[in-house]
Nanobody, 126 residues
Framework: RVQTVESGGGLVQPGGSLRLSCAAS????????VGWFRQGPGKEREGVGV????????YYAGSVKGRFTISLDTAKRTVYLQMNDLKPEDTAIYYC???????????????????WGQGTQVTVSS
């Protein structure tokens, strides 16, 4: 069974950092792309960043550009989201999503992804 599993969320003070992980299991070939999304209280799900797994293309939402970084460990089949200089407005449940090879990457749009993780809570508060 193919799945993606997020981890690494928690409570952090404003200005702090967290690193989220998205691990893939049950699938032996690289996804076409992996995206990070978040959904804050009372808000719609929004794209945070997306990376292709076989070409060096990564895209970020304007609200996180310069603060968040996506990296990929192919051997571990894990995608990381390093979040620095966190702000209270970054508080949300963070999800990773994966698109299979041969399918177009949905980029920062939270639709048409093949797999979603269960989410991990990130709370930024003093």
């Amino acid at each position: 069974r193919v799945q993606t599993v997020e981890s690494g969320g928690g409570l952090v003070q404003p200005g702090g950092s967290l690193r989220l992980s998205c691990a893939a299991s049950g699938y032996t070939y690289p996804y076409n792309c992996v995206g990070w999304f978040r959904q804050g209280p009372g808000k719609e799900r929004e794209g945070v960043g997306v990376t292709y797994t076989r070409i060096p293309n990564t895209y970020y939402a304007g609200s996180v550009k310069g603060r968040f970084t996506i990296s990929l460990d192919t051997a571990k089949r894990t995608v990381y989201l390093q979040m620095n200089d966190l702000k209270p407005e970054d508080t949300a449940i963070y999800y990773c999503a994966a698109a299979m090879p041969g399918r177009a990457c949905p980029l920062l749009v939270p639709y048409n992804w093949d797999y979603w993780g269960q989410g991990t809570q990130v709370t930024v508060s003093s």
